[in-house]
């Protein structure tokens, strides 16, 4: 566990050879996806070219796209910043959940509210959520008691079944019979979408702190201190750096951004809560986080490209029959070829 | 509530307890060799998709169940790649396995979504044939719980009484020691890994094959988790792995038995009960877990050359 918590921050690298690698691992990865989808008997070159003209062909396949976006970059930086002091966060689905849980508590209970109001509080309270989900893991972690990859792995199990009793116990939809699900939200608790599409003023928010997760740590006394940490806890200690308090915090902060990732889906997208509403948003921004390295900018292309998959994916189940589950496969093996570090990607000898 | 039903309940206990015994002495044979497989659920599911198609297909459960073990252990030869070829960091790999792995079997398992199968035959246990039949009908129970403990004293013989065994944990030890003392780490995390895998993919045969006998999507609901927790329960031993399972299934057990009595409590919240236990258990062997660790478990190893 004391191994460096990314693979190489590709880019570190000139701007031209970080493109290039990142091409290189993507045709690498759809290659092999391509073979995998041949072996099960589907044209691959029909799967490809129709995710890419799905999301990519037409204004509303990527204002689509974007949508996605929205929660896959609050996700991935909640894995990051942990990941920054050596901390894995694996529960980003849960402390979604959670977050999600609680503003739809915020929009069911305080519905006379106005929208300036409520939002916020929604917003927060998603915060809560997702922080308190997080706090558990953290603590055992801080108390040197259990591992926060296994618990915040379990808990991810925990998270949608609390959910999912709230939908069909006591917020359940007296409207809807068929689909168990809380009543719709009020107007005011809905945020608002731009230019007739879906996307929703979560995405400045999550740009935002995307933004300030790079200020952080690229400007402030917090950000090397975190990399002190993450580079040697032991010597980090030894110099009088609170290590409890920070792991602590950081997985707080990562939780709090994951369940605002939840709290932007039920808002911005469903207007409701129901049940298996994240097609593991949390697990994709973990990917998303390794795959980038925790780099800013990394984070927003690797989001992106895991918004284009995810949403081709949707079109990969129509078309062909495929289950939506098939987009991790191109997902994971995108993340072995970088674990794999074939010679033509890394540059030198490294351990 | 009848005595049948309680019966019942052990009934399935043992079913669950069973699959997630295997897995757990898989994960155990993978960490004495210092890796941890976070990639389980990942091979679970893969082999139950596999096992399930592959009986759809022959008709034969027993074949199923070579097949589930086989994928097992090769996505674990996969992982082994990239973890001791490659160098990648282990938890990280396990990760990326697992998300493999949820694609893989949904799409293994597509074209068997709600087909039948004829599953392991159960046997009843040797004595009970006397008790009424209504009784002895829940104590019929397929090979692989039978050999469920066997299997676990054979690990247990196979590392605490064999050279082999010898070697693979001197590996999980110190790899560099190992090395000098003529071993060849790299050998022999690929062989835990393969070995493990087919354990891992036996339990999840139990699973698809014996047990539900159904395919469905994350059908293992997280006991690939669970059993890498329960490796921790257990301090590595494959026979304190036993009592993991057993608490595992009796959680299941305890579980079903408040649906049966009609208690009236959220199905949903019961559900959540082997994960709280699970995550219960691991805290209060937190404290201790570290002495009995692997020392080399997770590392990275290098190789001699460096």
């Known amino acids: 566990m004391t191994d460096k918590p990314s693979p190489r921050l590709l880019l570190k690298l000139d701007p031209l050879v970080a493109a290039l690698r990142y091409l290189t691992i993507f045709l690498v990865a759809f290659a092999l996806f391509g073979l995998i989808l041949w072996l099960a008997g589907k044209d691959p070159l029909q799967a490809i070219r129709d995710t890419f003209s799905s999301t990519l062909g037409t204004g509303y396949g990527l204002s689509e796209v974007v949508v996605k976006m929205i929660p896959l970059l609050f996700t991935a930086v909640a894995v990051a910043l942990p990941s920054r002091v050596g901390l894995i966060n694996v529960g980003g689905e849960g402390q979604l959940y959670m977050g999600a849980w609680l503003a739809a508590w915020a929009a069911l209970t305080f519905s006379a509210l106005p929208p300036w109001a409520l939002l916020p509080l929604m917003a927060a309270m998603g915060m809560v959520g997702g922080a308190l989900w997080a706090f558990i893991p953290a603590f055992l972690r801080a108390r040197g008691l259990v591992n926060e990859t296994i618990t915040t792995l379990l808990m991810n199990y925990v998270a949608p079944s609390i959910v999912t009793f709230f939908i069909y116990g006591p917020w359940r939809s007296p409207l809807n019979a068929l689909y168990p699900q809380t009543i719709d939200f009020v107007p005011a608790a809905r945020l608002p979408a731009f230019f007739g599409t879906r996307v929703h003023l979560g995405l400045l928010l999550a740009l935002l702190f995307l933004l300030l997760y790079w200020l952080v740590i690229k400007y402030t006394r917090w950000g090397l201190e975190m990399r002190a940490i993450g580079g040697n806890p032991q010597a980090a200690r030894r110099n009088g750096l609170p290590l409890t308090t920070y792991v602590v915090a950081v997985l707080c902060i990562g939780g709090a951004l994951a369940g605002l990732a939840g709290m932007s889906e039920v808002s911005g997208i469903h207007g409701r809560l129901r049940p298996g509403f994240s097609p593991g948003f949390g697990y994709m921004g973990f990917l998303i986080s390794w795959l980038s390295g925790g780099g800013p900018l990394g984070i927003l292309i690797m989001s992106f490209l895991t918004a284009v998959i995810s949403t081709g994916g949707d079109i990969l189940q129509i078309k062909q029959g495929l289950p939506f589950a098939v987009v991790n496969i191109l997902l994971a093996i995108s993340l072995f070829v970088i674990l794999a570090r074939p010679s033509l990607l890394t540059k030198g000898k490294q351990a | ?306």
Do not use: C
């Open chain 2, 1 to 306: 509530m009848s005595v049948l039903s309680i019966l019942g309940v052990i009934s399935s206990a043992i079913f669950s307890g069973a699959s997630l015994l295997y897995a757990t002495l898989g994960e155990i044979l993978d960490e004495r060799a210092g890796v941890v497989d976070l990639g389980l659920e990942g091979v679970m599911l893969v082999s139950a998709a596999t096992g399930f198609g592959v009986t759809v297909r022959t008709g034969n459960p027993y074949l199923g169940v070579l097949a589930a073990m086989l994928a097992g252990g090769l996505m674990n030869l996969l992982f082994a790649y990239l973890v001791v070829t490659r160098r990648a960091n282990q938890l990280a790999s396990g990760l990326a396995l697992m998300f493999f792995g949820f694609g893989m079997s949904a799409l293994i398992g597509r074209p068997y979504v709600g087909s039948r199968i004829n599953g392991l035959p159960r046997y009843s246990l040797p004595g009970l044939s006397d008790l009424p039949p209504l009784i002895s009908s829940q104590f019929r129970f397929d090979l692989l719980i039978y050999l469920a403990l066997p299997t676990a004293i054979l690990i247990g013989w196979l590392l605490f009484r064999t050279r082999w065994g010898l070697g693979l944990r001197a590996v999980g030890e110190n790899p560099n020691a190992a090395f000098a003392a003529g071993r060849d780490p790299r050998w022999i995390r690929y062989q835990a890994l393969f070995l493990g895998g087919a354990l891992a993919g036996l339990g999840a045969a139990h699973l698809s094959i014996a047990w539900t006998m159904t395919w469905g999507e994350y059908m293992t609901a997280g006991r690939g988790f669970i059993a890498v927790a329960l490796v921790i329960f257990s301090k590595w031993h494959p026979l304190r792995a036993v009592a993991g399972a057993l608490l595992f299934g009796g959680a299941v057990a305890f579980q079903l038995l408040l649906q049966a009595s009609g208690i009236p409590i959220s199905p949903f919240l019961l559900d959540t009960i082997p994960y709280v236990l699970t995550l219960l258990v691991l805290i209060a062997w937190g404290g201790t877990r570290k002495h009995a660790a692997p020392a080399s478990l997770g590392r990275v190893y290098l190789g001699a050359e460096q």
